[in-house]
């Protein structure tokens, strides 16, 4: 075990430093977009988008969050219910106007877990923090601004030939890379046939902890197809078992569902448990921690890449902001909003440029302006908290 990854700093980050407003005005919002094709993974089929999202009002500026906790368990044992839970009744009440965010952070550490309530709560200050001083979510993290890399997530497929046909339309489009959902029995002759029908594409493997140990031979099989990761392979809680299988494979582990936050990160690193890191900002508890694990990340000389969780345009913002942080050396899962909305609550939408690159919205916070007509639209519920 590689013990200096305990104790690799990381560096404060300038965000922490910015102090809670006083908020006049939080809603939790519940909203329902419909997927233009549902999303399956080897555990579950989401049909509708059902997001929570937190607005914060301070003296008429207004910050806004998505949590990416699903109504079910079925990604992460957090759902919107718990997640309204711990916001209601632990991480509100710790919530004081004039408290610095670092001091936030520090007073919600008796809370085990819950990473994505903790995000949504963080987030939203940030947003509203930014828009405030009239500059992006980015400048406010002391993030430059760049041009994001692209990457879609195609779902599990019926057929093979169905499979071929979402690649196709992926690929008419100039994505940087391409990742395939698999599971059990859909997984060597599904990528062997996507790999024959495109050499180079940049192409990877999603499992979300479909398989155990004992498949380590066939999962050898997918080393001849030069994949750049296989994602999360192994269960959804595991990181030992996954140090274990990257020793019998070529191809390089990357870690999802299992990295919950930094020391999950850094026990990762000392097992040598993944070559590659996919952080998802709403899963590891905002902002702040994602830039504390990339930076880990990148002292390791370990990739990182931003993950998505099928959100609206207010989540996709957030992740479009973290991947301004230099870590972020591989294309991520950020594809367009046409392909999971046919209408989305934010404008403006994310398209790629010609070159597969997504530019940077230019607005304060995360860039884009919540277009509060259609948020109205799509609510299922609306809980005034204050
Ligand atoms: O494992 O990365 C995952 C979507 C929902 C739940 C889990 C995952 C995903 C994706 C889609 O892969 C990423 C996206 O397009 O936002
Ligand atoms: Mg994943």
């Not at 007073?107 to 947003?127: I, Q």
């Not at 957030?318 to 909003?337: I, M, R, V």
């Not at 939408?349 to 884009?368: K, N, Q």
Request: charged letters at 20%; hydrophobic letters at 45%; a negative charge.
């Amino acid at each position: 075990m590689d013990h200096q990854y305990f104790h690799c700093p990381v560096p404060a980050s300038p965000a922490a430093q910015a102090r809670v407003p006083v908020l006049q005005k939080i809603d939790l919002i519940t909203v329902s977009l419909p997927f233009v094709k549902p999303f399956a993974t080897s555990v579950h089929s989401w049909a509708v988008k059902e997001a929570l999202l937190l607005r914060l009002e301070s003296e008429g500026v207004v910050g806004w969050a998505e949590c990416v906790a699903d109504p079910d368990p079925f990604y992460a044992s957090e759902t919107t219910h718990t997640v309204r839970h711990v916001f209601k009744d632990f991480l509100l009440p710790m919530l004081t106007p004039g408290q610095t965010i670092g001091a936030l952070l520090q007073r919600w550490s008796p809370v085990r877990g819950h990473g994505m309530a903790k995000a949504m709560v963080e987030n939203a200050l940030l947003d509203l923090i930014a828009r405030q001083q009239g500059r992006s979510l980015h400048e406010l993290l002391g993030l430059p601004t760049r041009r994001i890399q692209s990457g879609i997530s195609l779902g599990i497929q019926d057929s093979i030939p169905a499979l071929l046909d979402a690649v196709a339309e992926a690929m008419s489009r100039p994505y940087h890379r391409v990742k395939l959902k698999i599971m059990q029995g859909k997984d060597v002759e599904w990528i062997g046939a996507v790999r024959a029908a495109y050499p180079q594409l940049a192409l990877m493997a999603d499992a979300n902890g479909d398989y155990r140990l004992e498949h380590a031979p066939l999962l050898r099989e997918l080393d001849a197809f030069q994949l750049t990761m296989i994602e999360q392979p192994l269960s959804y809680s595991d990181i030992v078992q996954h140090a274990a299988l990257q020793r019998e494979l070529r191809t390089p582990l990357c870690l999802d569902e299992s990295i919950h936050d930094l020391d999950d990160a850094r026990s990762a690193l000392a097992l040598h448990a993944c070559r590659v890191v996919n952080i998802k900002q709403g899963r590891v508890g905002g902002m702040i921690e994602s830039l504390r694990i990339a930076a880990l990340c990148q002292r390791a000389g370990i990739d990182v890449w931003s993950g998505g969780m099928d959100e609206t345009g207010i989540g996709r913002a957030f992740n479009l902001q973290l991947q301004a942080a230099p870590g972020f050396t591989l294309p991520g899962d950020t594809s367009e909003t046409a392909r999971y909305f046919s209408e989305d609550i934010v404008d403006p939408p994310v398209v790629l440029a010609d070159d597969g690159f997504i530019d940077m919205p230019g607005g304060a916070g995360i860039g884009v302006a919540v277009q509060e007509d259609r948020v109205d639209r799509y609510t299922l519920q609306r809980e005034h908290i204050r």
